[in-house]
């Protein structure tokens, strides 16, 4: 997924740490998502957002959809600001990156919204639904299943899924780490390889003579 540039969404900030909106950005968003609700219902129902997702996102029609149904959690045909909010907060985890971050961060929300039947168990089939929303790799979602199902019945319950979150937020510090030490690997063969190369220069320059400043002493050394 790709945010559209120069969308709304495009100028909004998301705290890296903790996943969510400043307290400015959720008043700027309110105020767009009451531009959004043309029938001041204070909901915006499968059109208006459908509209959205498609003016901000590269989703296709189907996509939009299948978010759609997820976050109508009552079946009304409409979402609240609530899930507004959570749609927004995906959408600038997903374009900079920070899954892990986010699922890690926000495990109960998002256990809820994959647990589609409200069977407190979420099964392979609603990560290759949503799979677009959170970029879970399939083998990564083969492992999922085969190191954290734990009762064995191919669904995951919440402990289950929590501790998948913290493996995954574990594995992100880890690469974070390692791109960290190579930025700062490459920095200082870059920093040594510009000091090779100047004194490199300095070595193979021409040789310049150096007169004295004093006039007649120079006379004196010619004579």
């Not at 129902?45 to 996102?57: C, P």
Request: hydrophobic share 40%; net charge positive; with cysteine.
């Amino acid at each position: 997924m790709k945010l559209k540039q120069g969308s709304f969404l495009w100028y909004l900030y998301l705290d890296k740490l903790y996943c969510l909106l400043s307290v400015r950005n959720v008043k700027v968003l309110v105020e767009y998502f009451h531009l959004l609700d043309v029938h001041h219902n204070n909901t915006l129902n499968d059109v208006l957002f459908y509209h959205f997702l498609h003016h901000v996102t590269n989703w296709k029609r189907r996509q939009i959809m299948i978010v759609f149904n997820m976050l109508d959690w009552n079946a009304m045909g409409e979402i609240g600001f609530d899930q507004f909010y959570m749609l927004v907060c995906i959408l600038l985890a997903q374009q900079n990156h920070l899954e892990e971050q986010f699922i890690f961060r926000h495990s109960r929300p998002v256990f809820e919204l994959l647990d589609l039947e409200g069977e407190l168990r979420i099964g392979a089939d609603n990560f290759h639904m949503y799979n677009f929303l959170f970029n879970i790799k399939k083998q990564e979602l083969k492992e999922l299943y085969h190191d954290f199902d734990i009762t064995g019945d191919r669904r995951l319950n919440y402990k289950e899924f929590k501790l998948f979150t913290i493996f995954t937020m574990d594995k992100y510090q880890e690469r974070q780490k390692a791109e960290k030490e190579n930025e700062e690997k490459r920095k200082k063969e870059k920093k040594a390889l510009l000091k090779k190369k100047t004194q490199h220069q300095i070595n193979t320059a021409p040789k310049v003579p150096v007169y004295p400043n004093n006039y007649k002493h120079w006379l004196e050394l010619s004579s």
